[in-house]
């Protein structure tokens, strides 16, 4: 299915402490388990707000008794603790602004297609978090000299046999100042959908390490080898033919975000009055600031600095805008290349990857002067096919059909899909299993 935009009803607590249902416009790339994207006007406001922020959950949302949680701190520790909120409270108050980004934020544009979730600009947020340092709590539980890294595990449960989503990230970065546990997001205690009432804030690091619905805490003095840390959020060592086939071996963990650009204004396939445009947008870069922003508007050939934005944090992202004198009436391509305090660029051409993590080519957007040629009309959209009961006994009664019919895949791709999810507790009978995969072939086959 295309995915839809709709209203999303969202708990929001107010001040008075009561829960109100508001409405938020997302884009909706799965009901169950809840993943939400931000459209592109998202990026109109510095701060996005809790409502319309996007939220990417592996499996249901747990909902947790504040009354029985508790954070536990355990592993290589002198001594083991175990916190209530209020507990958790009582350290040093820490208070930042950070973008929080998906690692698969962009796979929708790979080519070849990648299996996962089709997110395009919009998993992606700049919120204010508050809460304690990291450091604080492990100082006080006293970690031991061979610890290496700290492993973070959420109150979620899996679905059927698939994994459990449990991160680690290494001393160093758990040691960092910046690095939190927040209970806090824009100023009100932490949605369900978001982590309530405890996650982690790893800023500049992608999504993954912002594990949510905290429970425990182990320091390690060994690497954590669980899928999600061996098999997934690896990117390749060394760069890719597209398509082309890497062990996880040969692969390195996810951390830092990377510079990268999105153009808010004008969109694309707009059509422009003669005459000048400001050209708009939003740019962000991981752990390090963001040093320019150039814009071109005329296909790549020529590059202007943008003006940043008044509105800066460390981590958060940067707006900036230009003017542009507008052409002759013709057909445009606007570009927008970010660059960070560490020297690093944006690239024109898509580095591919197996997994399509940490997408950041420099964004195209096609934009008419003067009276608009009409564009080639556009193809209806089908409608959705029925899926055979086979099919809907094996996989909806995990996740909806908008999970699978957002993806477009290959031969190769479905089958590994299906028998990983066979392998994670799906039911499927042996002889179906050819008959599912021709079926998800013939409708959500590979992308021309
Ligand atoms: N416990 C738990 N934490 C999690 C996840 C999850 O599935 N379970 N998803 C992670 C991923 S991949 C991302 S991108 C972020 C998304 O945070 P958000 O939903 O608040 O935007 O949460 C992370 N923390
Ligand atoms: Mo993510």
Redesign the pocket.
């Known amino acids: 299915m295309l995915p839809s935009r709709r209203r999303v009803l969202h708990l929001v607590p107010l001040a008075a402490g009561i829960l109100r249902l508001r409405a938020a416009d997302m884009i909706v790339r799965s009901v169950r388990p809840e993943d939400f994207e931000m459209p592109l006007d998202g990026f109109n406001t510095w701060i996005t707000p809790t409502e319309r ?7 249901y949302t747990p909902k947790v008794d504040l009354a029985r949680w508790q954070l536990r701190v355990e592993g290589k520790v002198a001594q083991p603790l175990s916190l209530s909120l209020a507990a958790l409270r009582e350290f040093p108050r820490a208070e930042l602004v950070s973008v ?4 698969g934020n962009g796979r929708a544009f790979y080519r070849p297609t990648v299996a996962g979730l089709q997110w395009e600009y919009g ?1 992606v ?1 700049n919120a204010r978090w508050t809460g304690v340092r990291l450091a604080d709590v492990l100082k006080k539980a006293g970690y031991q000299e061979n610890a290496r890294e700290v492993l973070f595990n ?1 109150a ?1 449960v899996p679905i059927g046999t698939m994994p459990d ?1 449990v991160r680690a990230i290494p001393l160093p970065k758990a040691m960092h100042p910046d690095t939190l546990l927040a209970f806090e997001m824009n100023g009100q205690p932490l949605t369900p ?3 309530f009432p405890l ?1 982690v804030v790893a800023p500049g690091w ?3 390490n ?4 905290l429970t425990t805490i182990e320091v390690r003095d060994q690497e954590f080898d669980g899928f999600f840390m061996k098999t997934a959020y690896r990117y390749p060592a060394r760069t890719l033919a597209p398509g082309a086939s890497v062990d996880p071996a040969d692969m390195t963990p996810v951390h830092s975000l990377r510079p990268k650009s999105v153009i808010v204004s004008p969109i694309d396939g707009e059509t422009l009055a003669p005459g000048a445009v400001k050209i708009r947008g939003a740019a962000w870069a991981g752990e390090y600031g963001i040093s320019s922003v150039e814009v071109s508007a005329d296909s790549g050939r020529n590059w202007r600095t943008a003006r940043m934005g008044p509105d800066r944090a460390k981590y958060g992202w940067r707006f900036w805008e230009t003017e542009w004198s507008g052409g002759r009436a013709g057909s445009y391509v606007l570009m927008s290349r970010a660059t960070d305090d560490a020297g690093e660029t944006q690239p024109l051409i898509e580095e591919w990857n197996p997994s399509g993590y940490l997408w950041n080519t420099v964004p195209q957007v096609r934009v008419e002067v003067g009276t608009a040629v009409a564009p080639p009309r556009a193809e209806p959209i089908p409608a959705p096919p029925s899926f055979p009961p086979q099919l809907k006994d094996a996989c909806l009664g995990c996740h909806g059909e908008d999970m699978i019919g957002g993806q477009k895949l290959t031969r190769p791709q479905w089958e590994r899909e299906v028998d990983k999810m066979i392998r994670w507790g799906a039911p499927v009978k042996r002889e179906d299993r050819d008959g599912i995969i021709e079926f998800l072939l013939s409708h959500f086959g590979p992308r021309r």
């Open positions: 922020f996007f939220v990417r959950t592996h499996v929080l980004e998906c690692a998993s947020g959420g979620d989503f959908s978001h982590g996650r992608a999504g993954d912002w594990v949510k619905w």
